[in-house]
C-alpha cells in the first residue's frame, strides 16, 4: 500500500514549487520516491505474468522549462511507464499519482505518421475488430472509449461519409480511468491498477497485429 503521506507532500510542494522549499524537504522527497518506485516495481512484476514488457521508468520530478512560459521547476505528481516489447508488441501503460487527479491510461499517443496511416486503412477496410473491443462491457466500463485528438471533418484521401469516419478521425488512440484518493490508498491499489492495464491487453493485441503487418495480413 502507498503512504497517505507521499500526497501530503505533493500538496504542499504545490504551494511551496520553488527550489528552496524543495531543497529543504530533499530527503523527505527521496523517501516518497523510493516507496513509488517500489510500488511501480511490483506492477510491473505482476504485469510481467500476463504481458511481454520491456521495461519500467518513473519520470524523473523536475519539470523541463526550456519551451514552457510555466517556470515552476517542479511537477506536484509521480508518472511512470510500463513499455511492452518493440516492435512486436506494441503500446504502453501509464499510471499518474496525484492528489485528485489519479489515473491509469495506455494506447497510442503519438503515433508516426506511417502507423497513423495504417491504423486509419485498417478502420476503413474492417471497423468489426476495434468495435467489438471498445464495446466488450469491461472495456466499456472501465475506459469508456477513445480520448486524444480527432480531426474535425476526414483526413486526405479518407471518405468523410464511411461509416467507420468516427474512428479515422481520431490522430491519437488512448485510454483513461481516474482514481479517487481513498482508492489510491486502499489495500490491493496495485493489483486493481494492474487488473485495469490488463483490460487494455486485446485492444494492444489487435493494434500490434495492425502495426507489423500489411493490409493483406502479411507481416512487414
Keep these: 500500500m502507498l503512504s497517505e503521506e507521499i ?3 505533493l500538496s504542499d510542494l504545490k504551494k511551496n514549487n520553488v527550489r528552496e522549499w524543495f531543497d ?3 530527503n ?15 506492477i510491473f512484476s505482476n504485469l510481467q505474468k500476463h504481458d511481454h514488457l520491456d521495461s519500467v ?3 524523473r520530478i523536475y519539470r523541463d522549462v526550456r519551451f514552457s512560459p510555466d517556470k515552476t521547476p517542479f511537477k506536484t ?3 511512470g511507464v510500463f513499455s511492452r516489447v518493440k516492435p512486436d508488441y506494441r503500446g504502453g501503460y501509464y499510471l499518474h499519482l496525484e492528489p485528485g487527479n489519479t489515473f491509469v491510461g495506455g494506447g497510442f499517443w503519438e503515433p508516426s505518421k506511417e502507423d497513423l496511416l495504417r491504423i486509419r486503412k485498417e478502420f476503413e477496410a474492417d471497423d468489426t475488430e476495434i468495435r467489438a ?5 469491461v472495456f466499456k466500463k472501465t475506459y ?3 480520448e486524444g485528438e480527432s480531426i474535425k471533418t476526414a483526413p486526405k484521401g479518407f471518405d468523410k461519409n464511411h ?3 468516427d474512428l479515422i478521425r481520431f490522430k491519437q488512440f488512448v485510454v483513461f480511468h481516474k482514481f479517487d484518493n481513498k482508492e489510491v490508498f486502499s489495500e490491493g491499489f496495485a493489483d486493481k491498477v494492474a487488473n485495469h492495464f490488463m483490460t487494455l491487453r486485446p485492444f494492444f493485441d489487435y493494434m500490434s497485429e495492425v502495426l507489423t503487418t500489411d493490409l493483406n495480413g502479411e507481416p512487414i
Design 24 to 26: 529543504a524537504h530533499k
Design 144 to 146: 469508456g472509449t477513445f
Design 163 to 165: 461509416p467507420a469516419i
Design 77 to 79: 505528481h509521480f508518472g
Design 28 to 42: 523527505e522527497f527521496k523517501t516518497h520516491e523510493k516507496e513509488v518506485k517500489s510500488f511501480y516495481q511490483s
Design 7 to 9: 500526497f501530503n507532500f
Design 133 to 137: 473491443i471498445l464495446s466488450n462491457p
Design 57 to 59: 521508468k518513473v519520470y
